[in-house]
T-cell receptor, first 113, second 115 residues
Framework: KNQVEQSPQSLIILEGKNCTLQ??????????LRWYKQDTGRGPVSLTI?????NTKSNGRYTATLDADTKQSSLHITASQLSDSASYIC????????????FGPGTRLSVLP | GAGVSQSPRYKVAKRGQDVALRCDPI?????LFWYQQALGQGPEFLTY????????KSGLPSDRFFAERPEGSVSTLKIQRTQKEDSAVYLC?????????????FGDGTRLSIL
């Protein structure tokens, strides 16, 4: 069964610190992997989209990595800000099934002053 | 507006009532998706439209759930004879084309509470 797992489930860090969130998946065949940020009470907002051939992609202070061989991805947040407090969701698209997006459960990040 | 708009933002209904949730996608977006999100969980796929055609409804949990997009723009998700387990946030997303590598733009959802 296609699955996406994320760790940790939740994370608390101090403002200004860096952190890394993990995503493991079993989706096959693979098309692309996305990271979303979801603020409380809001819809998810796209951070990055990576295809099979891309190992890393950055969006400001957010850097995503992808290892398609081990089926792992990470999202690194540099110099965290209070506004980074949100859920971060990893989504993997199945290649031969058009619009089949498999969502992970998310990591809840809290940035404290 | 420039983004995906959903209404109402909150809906409270008694068990057994019918509800209708509306989604206005970004103008010109071909693809439209509905998701159900339980508290503390990631979104779960419900159904997918390409223009007015409902190409995938495999995620609809029962025949009480029905979605339509008659003119290829606005979509409505209808839930008949609501049950307590239907309580969740219902998210709508749209993307410009049918390709799966295009970004999805989400609305802020409708929070449905069934009493």
């Amino acid at each position: 069964k296609n699955q996406v797992e994320q760790s940790p489930q939740s994370l608390i860090i101090l403002e200004g610190k860096n952190c890394t969130l993990q995503c493991n998946y079993t989706v096959s065949p693979f098309s692309n992997l996305r990271w979303y940020k979801q603020d409380t009470g809001r819809g998810p907002v796209s951070l990055t989209i990576m295809t099979f051939s891309e190992n890393t992609k950055s969006n400001g202070r957010y850097t995503a990595t992808l290892d398609a061989d081990t089926k792992q991805s990470s999202l690194h947040i540099t110099a965290s800000q209070l506004s980074d407090s949100a859920s971060y969701i990893c989504v993997v698209t199945e290649a031969n099934y058009g619009q089949n997006f498999v969502f992970g459960p998310g990591t809840r990040l809290s940035v404290l002053p | 507006g420039a983004g995906v708009s959903q209404s109402p933002r909150y809906k409270v209904a008694k068990r057994g009532q019918d509800v209708a949730l509306r989604c206005d996608p970004i103008s010109g977006h071909v693809s439209l998706f509905w998701y159900q999100q339980a508290l503390g969980q990631g979104p779960e796929f419900l159904t997918y439209f390409q223009n007015e055609a409902q190409l995938d409804k495999s995620g609809l949990p029962s025949d009480r759930f029905f979605a339509e997009r008659p003119e290829g723009s606005v979509s409505t998700l209808k839930i008949q004879r609501t049950q307590k387990e239907d309580s969740a946030v219902y998210l709508c997303a749209s993307s410009l084309g049918p390709l799966s590598n295009q970004p999805q733009h989400f609305g802020d959802g409708t929070r449905l509470s069934i009493l």
